[in-house]
Each structure stands twice: as structure tokens, then as C-alpha cells.
């Protein structure tokens, strides 16, 4: 360019004018000058553009939050310090009980949070609203990698989904054994050799048993001769546990020490992920419910963490009710022996014909539910509902699962008592007294023999406020699984032993609503022992 502006000068000034140098100099200067000025006013243009975007969105927010009921900020910065004094279920609760089914709280000045309490509501919102939080997919894929499961955007994982639910389901219905013998009799002879000890943490062990069963199913036999699986299982949840603190920094912390080291220990897992995937390869007697070999690491890792959170979450709920409900255990052993004894094969699933049993895992995942929140947003639109309330697009939406599963609405007056009757439906004309059992629910007379009835299991999905595995869009992909595997899982362990609490613990009475809650309930310590009933 400056060659060509020299030829034209040259052109207009003959050769040697001493003018010609000064205008050159003048003319490029005043050039870059232009130029500069232009870059700068573009730039200008572009961020002013940006920023009033970004303002017109944030006035939008602040427009439609206006709309939605729900009690006055504070602050400036929202409800965010109320929330460091008082419990969010709790502050939900007292909101919705004053400003009706669909409240808000302002978290920030930029992020609105609506929870919703009324079944229908929430049945149709969770059909709508198709996305996951921001900063969970972020920290799934800082944790474990790109995946196809987990993203926060429905449009991307959607075909997996759709794939996984129909293999598993296949599989499922074609597997003559739901979870590997192997498994069972592996966390069996851990409990023995762990006996000797005395007792064992509720939440670990419920931890280490969904770990192993995951493992087994997805992997088959190849995982319980793996040497490495209990470094795996405490790398796996070490890097589960910080994802999401690493994840909410806006720009990734290249300057922290401890990012470096938490990348180390993610490369650490990936790197075992590939080699319990090499060793199923090599494996040609490989019998696990996925073709790992084809399947994104970052899937694999992420549903062995998210299946080890729910279902040890379920595992350890079943286990507390266990100890602390002994009349009902001695009543599903009972069950057990029964439903052992008409099978021909001990290898064909039984689960669906221990009604109880099954019923006592859908009430443990009512009353206590693995988290105290289902979340989910609209990443892109408007979230329009029936009731005439507009939802901001990328705003939080909330079901506080402890009130909607324990509404006397929905459930009846004993909704804060653990009833697993309640799913439950006799098949013969019997007195109504002897359709509760009074060592759960304390309303009628004992049964004298439990066997001379005979129960039918209710679908709990019909019950649109039973949500412990989500509904609509965004469900569990994995519900009918994780229920079948417990149920086996509990039909194999109860058959051996009987869970009983700690004499040491402080845990001692019938749950309540206040102990659903408890830290302290979920992390009492219990004993296996070896049980004197014979099948």
C-alpha cells in the first residue's frame, strides 16, 4: 500500500521536488491517523452495541421477575445473604406458603431463581424447559471431558439419550441377570471381611456398593479383577468433589497452583478410563451392558459419578430405613425367601416379584430425596406456562423436591411419614385394618401373616409430585435400571444379613420429616450381622 501511495505522488510531483517528501510524510501520517481513528471508533461502536445488549437483556430480566410473585431483595445483591443465615428448602417453603405455587428469589442482580410447588406445573415446566444449568455442564466437562450425556444444552445430547435409554431398556428386558453374580458376592465378602471392625459408615459403604455395581454392569466381569478399581472409585469423587468450585470461575484460573493440580488429577482418571476400557478390549468374555470400546470417556466417567451420587444416595436412605424399621426388614426377608423359592433359576430377576421390597425403595427416594433441588432452564426462549407466568430464558428453575414429595396435598396426612404401603394395592378383599403395617405407620393392627395377602405395586409415576428421578425431557434415562439394580442388590443382601444401627448411635427413632433432613441420619454408622433366618 505504501508503494502504491509513493508510485502516485511520484506520478503528481516531478522527481527531485523537495515537496515531495514533506506531502508523502504528511499524507501516510494523516493515513494511519484515519485509520487508527477508525479502528478505534469501530471498536467503540461494537463494545457500545455489546454493553447495550447486554443492559436491554438485564432490563428484560429485571421486567419479567417484576411479574413473578415473590417476596422483596433485600438488597441490592438479592437474597444472597439470606441465604447464608437461612436453609434455601426453608426460605422456599416460607415463600411459597405467603406468595402462592411459583415464586422467585433474586440470587444476584443477574440471576433469578423460580421455584415451582404445584404438580402440574412442574409436570409441564419440566417438559419446557429442555436445559441444565450453565456451570453443571461446565463442570462435567472440566471434570471428565467432552461428553454427549451430560451437556447443559438438550439439542446436544439428546440422540445419546434417546440411544442409551433403548439399549439399556433391550438389554434389560434380554439379561437374564440384572447385575453380575460376581458383583453381589463381591460386596457380600467385603461386608464379612469388614465385620470384624464392628461397624461401617452408612454413606461410604452405600458409596462403595454403588460404585461396585455400576462397574460390574457396565464392564462386566473385567471390572471386579480390576487391581485398580478402588483407586479409581477415590479419584473418581476427588475430582467429582471440585469440579464445580474450579468450574464457577468466569475465566478459566490459569494462574492458580491448585488448578494445575486438579488438571493433573483429572488426566490421572481419564487415564485409568482408558485403561479399564483396554482391559475390557481385551477381554473377549466382556459382558457388561455398553459397548465402552465405542463410548466417549467423558460419558463413562460421568455416568459412573452420576449413577454413584443417586444410587448411593437411595442405597443409603434404604440402609438408615432398614435399621431403624427392623419389623419391615424381617417382613422383606421374608418376601425374599418367597420369591427365591418360586424361581425355578436364581439367576432369573426377581425383583418384580418382591412388591414390598420395591415399595420400600420408591418411599425411601420420596421422603429422601438425593438432593434437595431439580433444576433446570431454558437456555435460549422464554419459558412460557399455562398458568400465564413467563419464565426469563436463562433463568434457574427449581422443584424443592422435599416439600413437593412430602405435601399433604399430594400424599395425604402421614406425607412426612415413611409409609412404603402407600405404593402399594391389595389383590384380595381383606379387613382395612390390616392394610398398614403399625410398625411403619402406626394406624392399624400388625398382620399376623403377611403371606396369606398378597400385595400389587402401584406405578409411582402416577403420583405427578413423585419426582426423585426427574420427568419430561431431561429424566433419568436410567430409572428402570437403577431400581432393578437395587432391588437385586437388597434381595441378595438381606437374604445374608440384617442391618442394624450402631448401639453407639444417636439415631434411634421412627423417621420424621426433621430427620430426612438430618446430616447426622444419613452418616450414622451401622452393622451387618450375619442373619439366623433360614431360607
Known sequence: MKHFLCFLFQAWNPPG??????????????????????????????????LAHKLFKLFKLWNQGSKIPGPPSPSFYGHFSTLSKQNLTELLSDSHGEYGSIVKLWLSPKQLLVSIKEPEVIREMLWKAKDKLPLTGKAFDLAFGQSTLFASSFDKVEKRRESLASELNVKL??????????????????????????RVDCRMVSQHMAFTVLGATIFGDTFLAWSKATVYEELLMMVAKDACF????????FWERGFWRYRRLCTKLKCLTQDLVQQCSKNYKFNGHLNVR???????????????????????????????????????????????????????????????????????ARVMPAGPLLQRCSLQHDLRL???????????????????????????????????YRFLSKTEKIPASLNVDTSIAGHAEELKDQRESS?????????????????????????????????????????????????????????????????????????????????
Open 173 to 198: 428386558l434380554d439379561r437374564t441377570n440384572l447385575i453380575p453374580t460376581r458383583a453381589v458376592d463381591r460386596i457380600v465378602s467385603e461386608l464379612h471381611q469388614n465385620m470384624p471392625t464392628g
Open 294 to 364: 465405542d463410548e466417549p470417556y467423558g460419558n463413562i466417567m460421568g455416568m459412573l459419578f452420576h449413577g454413584c451420587l443417586t444410587m448411593g444416595s437411595l442405597i443409603s436412605n434404604m440402609l438408615m430405613m432398614f435399621a431403624t424399621h427392623p419389623e419391615l426388614q424381617h417382613k422383606i426377608h421374608s418376601e425374599i425367601i418367597v420369591a427365591w423359592k418360586g424361581s425355578e433359576d436364581k439367576d432369573q430377576p426377581i425383583a418384580e416379584k418382591m412388591p414390598l421390597l420395591l415399595a420400600t425403595i420408591y418411599e425411601s
Open 246 to 253: 474450579w468450574a464457577s470461575y468466569s475465566v478459566t484460573p
Open 386 to 420: 399455562k398458568s400465564g407466568v413467563i419464565v426469563p430464558a436463562g433463568a434457574i428453575v427449581v422443584v424443592p423436591m422435599q416439600l413437593v414429595q412430602t405435601d399433604d396435598s399430594s400424599w395425604g396426612n402421614d406425607a412426612t411419614k415413611f409409609n412404603p
Open 17 to 50: 521536488s523537495c515537496e515531495f517528501s514533506r506531502e508523502t510524510s504528511r499524507f501516510l501520517r494523516d493515513y494511519a491517523l484515519w485509520e487508527i481513528n477508525a479502528f478505534l471508533w469501530i471498536s467503540l461502536i461494537t463494545i457500545t452495541c455489546f
Open 455 to 535: 400385595f400389587v405395586l402401584n406405578d409411582p409415576n402416577e403420583n405427578a409430585s413423585f419426582l426423585p428421578f426427574g420427568a419430561g425431557t431431561r429424566s433419568c434415562v436410567c430409572q428402570k435400571f437403577a431400581i432393578q439394580g437395587i432391588a437385586t442388590l437388597f434381595a441378595s443382601l438381606l437374604e445374608q444379613y440384617e442391618v442394624r444401627l450402631n448401639p453407639g448411635s444417636k439415631t434411634n427413632s421412627k423417621l420424621s420429616l426433621t430427620d430426612s433432613i438430618s446430616q447426622d441420619f444419613l452418616c450414622s454408622e451401622i452393622v451387618f450381622v450375619r442373619t439366623n433366618r433360614k431360607s
